[in-house]
């Protein structure tokens, strides 16, 4: 059974930094793309950054470029996003996703964890 459980959400003040992960189980990580997507309270799903398999290409939202910073191991299954200087309209549902190339369209994705909540206030 594919699994991707997100984990290190939560408060944060505006311009502090926040680590969160995505531990990967039941299917060959090192082969397929990944991505985080988020959803602010009300409204729709937002593509926030993706790497390929290998590690080697990164890609990020133009709104998160130079502040946020993807990575994964493919030996322990996991993939990070580190958040830096972190903006109030930032907060919402940050869920992994993968694929099998990189991709920026959620259609693309064909399977997501469930979410861990960030809530960027003062």
């Known amino acids: 059974e594919v699994q991707l459980v997100e984990s290190g959400g939560g408060l944060v003040q505006p311009g502090g930094s926040l680590q969160l992960s995505c531990a990967a189980s039941?299917?060959?990580?090192?082969?397929?793309?990944m991505s985080w997507v988020r959803q602010a309270p009300g409204k729709g799903l937002e593509w926030v950054s993706s790497?390929?398999?290998?590690?080697?290409?990164?890609t990020y939202a133009d709104s998160v470029q130079g502040r946020f910073t993807i990575s994964r191991n493919n030996v322990k299954n996991t993939l990070d996003l580190k958040r830096n200087s972190m903006r109030p309209e930032e907060t919402g549902l940050y869920y992994c996703?993968?694929?099998?190339?990189?991709?920026?369209?959620?259609?693309?994705?064909?399977?997501w964890g469930r979410g861990t909540q960030v809530t960027v206030s003062a």
């Open positions: 039941g299917f060959t990580f090192p082969v397929y793309a």
């Open positions: 790497i390929n398999s290998g590690g080697a290409t990164l």
């Open positions: 996703a993968k694929s099998s190339e990189v991709a920026s369209e959620c259609g693309d994705y064909d399977y």
